[in-house]
């Protein structure tokens, strides 16, 4: 329509000028997440390893249509081999939205939205779209997305992501706990007696006590140093992300949307969770132990000491994210009482370098021996 205009913003300056606005239309959808709010949006428009933009819709100066396209270089088993892709779920190394982050005002009619992603798609670099949780109520989005595949010849793939879990806690505590698994019961039993061998033992939500950011901080750091994930360069704690989380914590903890759950032992802090607040679910985005304490499953009490505190203070679940085949996320299998199927869109251009492989394994099977040989190999 002629009174819409489409703002293409880069700098995180320019987009502190309609983070209220953002935020009030993040509130009127029908579902969001931690991960819809102006804080997060900002931090990622700061995160270097992010080529980001975001795409808002003004209609005689109202925020409309807000659109959050990120590209980040990925390895993942849903790719032929790692590459730059597109999506609309900007993130800090591995934490990163629960949803698509694109917000609309259901009360306008004939929002440009295919236009405004278009625009935004052209001004990236991107190999593959890959947009999860293509669900039905961003049917708004994904249809776009299909709109702009079918105009431009381009190749799109529907298929699944890993489940995701969520720990439903709504029914209370003890519900919660009464459904958990024998073999999950056995374990916690023999954690507890472990830990009343220990004599002075607690567990602290540590934002409830009100101490500075920088002990709350200091404190994660610190038992995150002694983990098993010290060294790893995927966690968001690894020495190229953990200040960057870090500043996101802090914006999230000034605006009292951050809980930071501690077990510790003889005062020593011992093992953490950290989650972004929203509504009342909570989004767990680090956790750590000290690897000398492993016999005790710090994870496991952690997580049954959380659903007691957290459900006494008005929360009714925790979002758990993907469960993949790999060790560090079984656990979520043990906990999950709800796990929720996410369908995915693949958005592949036929003449750029990943195209022209797709169509080459697609088409030939003697291709696709090769390409998977060549690819262990290389690994």
Avoid at 37 to 51: A, Q, R, T, V, Y
Avoid at 306 to 327: K, N
Wanted: net charge positive.
């Amino acid at each position: 329509m002629e009174n819409d205009k489409i703002l293409l913003i880069r700098q995180k300056s320019i987009f502190e000028n309609w983070q209220k606005t953002w935020d009030d239309l993040a509130a009127k959808q029908s579902w969001t997440t931690a991960f819809h709010s102006s804080k997060w949006i900002i931090s990622c428009l700061e995160n270097p390893e992010l080529d980001m933009i975001l795409v808002l819709i003004i209609r005689y100066d109202k925020l409309v249509c807000g659109l959050a396209i990120a590209s980040h270089f990925i390895d993942s088993p849903a790719l032929l081999f790692p590459t730059q892709i597109v999506s609309l779920e900007p993130r800090i190394s591995t934490v990163r939205p629960a949803s698509l982050i694109g917000l609309l005002d259901k009360n306008e009619k004939n929002v440009p939205i295919k236009l405004a992603l278009k625009k935004g798609l052209a001004k990236i670099s991107w190999q593959v779209g890959f947009f999860q949780y293509c669900v039905e109520r961003e049917k708004w989005l994904t249809e776009a997305i299909q709109q702009i595949a079918r105009e431009n010849k381009w190749k799109l793939e529907p298929g699944f992501s890993a489940p995701e879990a969520f720990m439903n806690f709504s029914e209370g505590h003890k519900n919660f706990k009464a459904q958990l698994s024998s073999k999950l019961k056995r374990s916690l039993n023999t954690s507890y007696n472990h830990l009343k061998r220990m004599e002075v033992y607690d567990f602290r939500e540590l934002t409830v006590e009100k101490l500075s950011w920088q002990k709350i901080r200091n404190e994660m750091v610190s038992i995150f140093k002694r983990s098993w994930q010290a060294n790893s360069k995927h966690s968001p704690f690894s020495n190229k992300s953990r200040e960057s989380i870090l500043r996101t914590a802090k914006r999230f903890f000034e605006d009292r949307e951050f809980r930071a759950f501690f077990l510790y032992i003889h005062d020593v802090p011992i093992a953490f969770d950290a989650y972004f607040v929203h509504g009342k679910t909570l989004f767990p985005i680090i956790r750590g132990y000290d690897k000398k304490f492993r016999h005790l499953s710090p994870g496991n009490l952690l997580f049954s000491e959380a659903v007691t505190y957290f459900f006494e203070h008005g929360f009714t679940g925790i979002y758990l994210g993907p469960i993949r085949a790999e060790d560090s996320t079984t656990y979520k299998n043990r906990w999950a009482n709800e796990t929720w199927e996410i369908p995915n869109l693949k958005l592949i251009k036929p003449t750029n370098r990943y195209g022209l492989i797709y169509q080459l394994y697609n088409s030939s099977r003697i291709f696709q021996k090769i390409w998977w040989k060549i690819s262990k190999l290389i690994q």
